[in-house]
Nanobody, 115 residues
Framework: QVQLVESGGGLVQAGGSLRLSCAASGNINRMNVMTWYRQAPGKQRDLVATLPTGGGTIYSDSVKGRFTVSRDNVKSTVYLQMNSLKPEDTAVYYC?????????WGQGTQVTVSS
């Protein structure tokens, strides 16, 4: 089992910044993929950014150039730096850990961007 705890969400004005964190604990496989997703009310959960252990970041087109994903493998933590936030970025942001057939989710953190 792997436990994920997200933090850093909140209310911010358009154009502002937030930094989300996702701390993993438990039986962590050294080779894994950490991914940020988000889900707005009434919409499906969409990929925001993914970062495998060995690198090779992928971003959704909607956040390219504004969001940066990074990880600290010593702390087993993945971060999402969100700049130039827009109202359409409002959603619950979830962290996902995947290794082989295993997949675990965090509880989510709310990000609200006011116009």
């Amino acid at each position: 089992q792997v436990q994920l705890v997200e933090s850093g969400g909140g209310l911010v004005q358009a154009g502002g910044s937030l930094r989300l964190s996702c701390a993993a604990s438990g039986n962590i496989n050294r080779m894994n993929v950490m991914t940020w997703y988000r889900q707005a009310p009434g919409k499906q959960r969409d990929l925001v950014a993914t970062l495998p252990t060995g690198g090779g970041t992928i971003y959704s087109d909607s956040v390219k150039g504004r969001f940066t994903v990074s990880r600290d493998n010593v702390k087993s933590t993945v971060y999402l730096q969100m700049n130039s936030l827009k109202p359409e970025d409002t959603a619950v942001y979830y962290c996902n850990y995947r290794s082989g057939l295993q997949s675990f989710w965090g509880q989510g953190t709310q990000v609200t961007v006011s116009s």
